[in-house]
Nanobody, 127 residues
Framework: QVQLVESGGGLVQAGGSLRLSCAGT????????LGWIRQPPGQEREFVAA????????LYRDSVKGRFTISRDNARNKMYLQMNNLKPEDTAVYSC????????????????????WGPGTLVTVSS
């Protein structure tokens, strides 16, 4: 079982950058694809990005393509989300989570298909 904890959130002005980190415990970290899921205030959770076990494949929601970059370091049991050119609509609680299937599965963009959620880190983007 993998346990995840996020860090790196905060308050930033529109156009700024943040780098989120996700630290995993447990020997099975490299067994899973990983993803970032966010929940904007008063809204449902939504998929942000996912990365395959060995980083060969990544996937992004359309609204963050070209601005966000997902990466992972399996040697350190870490995953990252570099967020550039942030917009007020990116304001949300960001969580990392485990996905048991592959990045070409139909469920990869469905938040409820993820497991082992971290507690989340709040990102607030001011206009």
């Amino acid at each position: 079982q993998v346990q995840l904890v996020e860090s790196g959130g905060g308050l930033v002005q529109a156009g700024g950058s943040l780098r989120l980190s996700c630290a995993g415990t447990g020997r099975n970290f490299t067994y899973y694809a990983l993803g970032w899921i966010r929940q904007p205030p008063g809204q449902e959770r939504e998929f942000v990005a996912a990365i395959s076990r060995q980083s060969s494949t990544t996937l992004y929601r359309d609204s963050v393509k070209g601005r966000f970059t997902i990466s992972r370091d399996n040697a350190r049991n870490k995953m990252y989300l570099q967020m550039n050119n942030l917009k007020p609509e990116d304001t949300a609680v960001y969580s990392c989570a485990v996905y048991s299937g592959g990045l070409y599965d139909a469920g990869i963009t469905i938040p409820d298909e993820y497991d082992s959620w971290g507690p989340g880190t709040l990102v607030t983007v001011s206009s």
